[in-house]
């Protein structure tokens, strides 16, 4: 079955489709969906934060290269059962 064709489907007739397991997997989900908000926050982004850099005095080049190699370590670190 590919995309085209399920999206033309009542999603009732494409759950009803699935075998037993993944139908637990998708009450599950739908489970986890209801529980969220369905308002989004209304609230003014803070850019309190904007300056605070500039006595470090790093590029934005720079501050690329640095999250670049902190994500690495951070990768590194969970590989090696660190964190």
């Not at 007739?13 to 998708?26: A, F, G």
């Not at 999250?67 to 670190?77: F, S, V």
């Given at each position: 079955?590919?995309?085209?064709?399920?999206?033309?489907?009542?999603?009732?007739?494409?759950?009803?489709?699935?075998?037993?397991?993944?139908?637990?997997?998708?009450?599950?989900?739908?489970?986890?969906?209801?529980?969220?908000?369905?308002?989004?926050?209304?609230?003014?982004?803070?850019?309190?934060?904007?300056?605070t850099l500039k006595?470090?005095?790093?590029?934005?080049?720079?501050?690329q290269h640095l999250?670049?190699?902190?994500?690495?370590?951070?990768?590194?670190?969970?590989?090696?059962?660190?964190?």
């Amino acid at each position: 079955m590919n995309a085209m064709s399920s999206a033309a489907k009542p999603l009732e007739e494409m759950i009803r489709e699935l075998s037993p397991r993944l139908r637990i997997e998708v009450q599950t989900f739908v489970e986890a969906l209801l529980t969220k908000p369905n308002q989004s926050i209304n609230r003014k982004l803070r850019q309190d934060w904007a300056g605070t850099l500039k006595a470090e005095s790093y590029t934005s080049v720079e501050l690329q290269h640095l999250a670049t190699e902190w994500r690495d370590i951070d990768r590194l670190n969970v590989r090696l059962g660190r964190y």
